[in-house]
T-cell receptor
Framework: GDSVTQMEGPVTLSEEAFLTINCTYT??????LFWYVQYPGEGLQLLLK?????DKGSNKGFEATYRKETTSFHLEKGSVQVSDSAVYFC??????????????FGKGTLLTVNP | DADVTQTPRNRITKTGKRIMLECSQT?????MYWYRQDPGLGLRLIYY???????NKGEISDGYSVSRQAQAKFSLSLESAIPNQTALYFC????????????FGPGTRLTVL
């Protein structure tokens, strides 16, 4: 079945540091890929997405490129801020029969950014 | 106002009690989902519904039941709560035309003693 593997946390960085959170996936067909973010005490919010190979999703300074050849969708940000502290989830959406698209999540990576 | 709301936000209950978690949405989406989140396990799908008459089990439906009272409302019940159902529960919605994005509620933190 489909699966998503993302780097285990926690990840602790200083403000203005470069961030990479690795994500690889296994899926049949052509999934769409997502990064969701969960701020403390809140639900998940879509951060960015890419629907086909070589697409780059970007939002709030974060970027991720859909790499079909390496089945990866790594999240990057050039200069993190304290307000970026959150849990980040990589996810894929794949057709699962009928009219259903199943969303499969990675286990999440906790990012803490210190001033 | 939030598009997807969940009540209660926090609940502490005892083993054996019946608990209902409620989800309402104003997005007009027909697809609704219930997930649970456990530390280190990510989100796992409990049940999902495509419309009022279409309810489907997810990967961890045992011990749970759902009711889709209207297009905008989707409730999750624990008939007899047990401690390993202590978790953070999320409701989500999706538009049938979008195979991509799901929109999540703020979550319900449930503790079963």
């Amino acid at each position: 079945g489909d699966s998503v593997t993302q780097m285990e946390g926690p990840v602790t960085l200083s403000e203005e540091a470069f961030l990479t959170i690795n994500c690889t996936y296994t899926a049949t067909g052509y999934p769409s890929l997502f990064w969701y973010v969960q701020y403390p005490g809140e639900g998940l919010q879509l951060l960015l997405k890419a629907t086909k190979a070589d697409d780059k999703g970007s939002n709030k300074g974060f970027e991720a490129t859909y790499r079909k050849e390496t089945t990866s969708f790594h999240l990057e940000k050039g200069s993190v801020q304290v307000s970026d502290s959150a849990v980040y989830f990589c996810a894929l959406s794949a057709y699962s029969g009928g009219s259903n698209y199943k969303l499969t999540f990675g286990k999440g990576t906790l990012l803490t950014v210190n001033p | 106002d939030a598009d997807v709301t969940q009540t209660p936000r926090n609940r502490i209950t005892k083993t054996g009690k019946r608990i209902m978690l409620e989800c309402s949405q104003t997005k007009g989406h027909d697809r609704m989902y219930w997930y649970r989140q456990d530390p280190g396990l990510g989100l796992r799908l409990i049940y999902y519904s495509f419309d009022v008459k279409d309810i489907n089990k997810g990967e961890i439906s045992d011990g749970y039941s759902v009711s889709r009272q209207a297009q905008a409302k989707f409730s999750l019940s624990l008939e007899s709560a047990i401690p390993n159902q202590t978790a953070l529960y999320f409701c989500a919605t999706r538009d049938r035309e979008s195979y991509n994005e799901q929109f999540f509620g703020p979550g319900t933190r449930l503790t079963v003693l």
